[in-house]
Structures are given as structure tokens and as C-alpha cells.
């Protein structure tokens, strides 16, 4: 099984790329036979504008533009697919958003049945999700943010595509959990990553 995992953050020491880090050797560690690629968007320097050319693709009136190809591919090759993120205003960075925006394409990602019906074309994927906010629990659960923020990424973005989500977890900051704590959830999130069940995801057509 081999698991790509995306983080997007500009600093290479940050707790984004150490966490990121734990979840591969949590991987690794679980069989040694699962394999591992971390995409670090920042240091490859992806570029998350959606251009004319990603316009066009999506009106089907042009080819898709190779770094786009590029990054579907790596998906394509792997099992699970895990995002690794700082939260910002209440979300992911532009940088994932934008590799979102361009990389989850029409025709691939999804499509439109003949009778206009949505094809949900990632069904065979599973998702985990790793927030990392600055913010504590209590603030989170006051302002609603926990729920509003996993219908924007776990059902409005992937459930959209087919692919299920399977862990969903916010790393965040208390007397509890400390950040050698967060590395330890990072690695037994990537011991478990092809056993978690999605929870939302894999229908065909909706």
C-alpha cells in the first residue's frame, strides 16, 4: 500500500513538516512493505493559481496543463492520500487550496452523468486529514468552527469527489497536548492509515 502525503507550509522546521514526517514513519513502521512520498508544495514550488489554462481545461476546450498532470499522477499511485496543514482563518492555506482547486479537475475528480447526474470519481481513494491550529478545543466547539470547517474540506470538497475521508484530526494547543504529544498521534495516524473506515465517500453517482 503506498500513502502520498501533501503538507503546505513554508517552513521547512515547522510542526506542519514535523508532523508530516511522524505520520510517514507511522507508516513505515506499520509494514514493511507500505511505502511513502511526501509532497512538500512550498519547497517544489507548485503554483496554486488557477489560470486560463485551468479555466479552459474545465470547459474541456484544452489539455491539462503538465504540473497539474503531474500531480495527478501522484495520486493516482497511491492508497491513501493525507493532507497535512496549518490552519489559517479557519481553513487550509491558499497554497493546498489552490493545489485543490487546479489538481482536482472535472473529468477526474468528477464528472456529470449523461442525464446530469454527478460521478463521484475518487470512490477507490481514503483521505485523512491533519489540522494543526493555534487556537484551543474550547474556542473551536464555541464558535463552530470544528463543524464548519469539516463541511468545507471532508464533505464539500472530497465526499464531492468520492473519496472517502477517514480521519479528520485537529492538532491543537493545550497543557495536554504538547507537541511531542501531536508527533504521537501524527505516527499512530500513519500506523493506522489503511485500516481507519472512511466515513464519508465511495458512492459512484449522486
Known sequence: MHALIVVSHPKSRSL????????????????????VEIADLAAEGFDPRFTAADVDHHLRRASL???VAVEQARIERADALVLVYPVYWWSMPGLLKGWIDRV??????????????LVKKLGRLRVH??????????????????????????????????AGVATSEFLLPSQEQTPDAHLGTARAIGRDL????????TADVA
Open 65 to 67: 496543463p503538465a504540473d
Open 104 to 117: 482536482f479537475t472535472n473529468g477526474w475528480a468528477y464528472d456529470e452523468a449523461a442525464d446530469g447526474r
Open 194 to 201: 489503511f485500516r481507519a473506515p472512511a466515513r464519508y465517500g
Open 16 to 35: 506542519s513538516h514535523a508532523v508530516a514526517a511522524a505520520v510517514a514513519e507511522g507508516v513505515s513502521g506499520s509494514n514493511p512493505s507500505h511505502s
Open 129 to 162: 486529514l491533519v489540522a494543526i491550529g493555534g487556537a484551543d478545543d474550547g474556542t473551536y466547539a464555541r464558535h463552530g468552527y470544528f463543524g464548519a470547517m469539516r463541511t468545507q474540506i471532508d464533505h464539500g470538497i472530497f465526499d464531492y469527489c468520492g
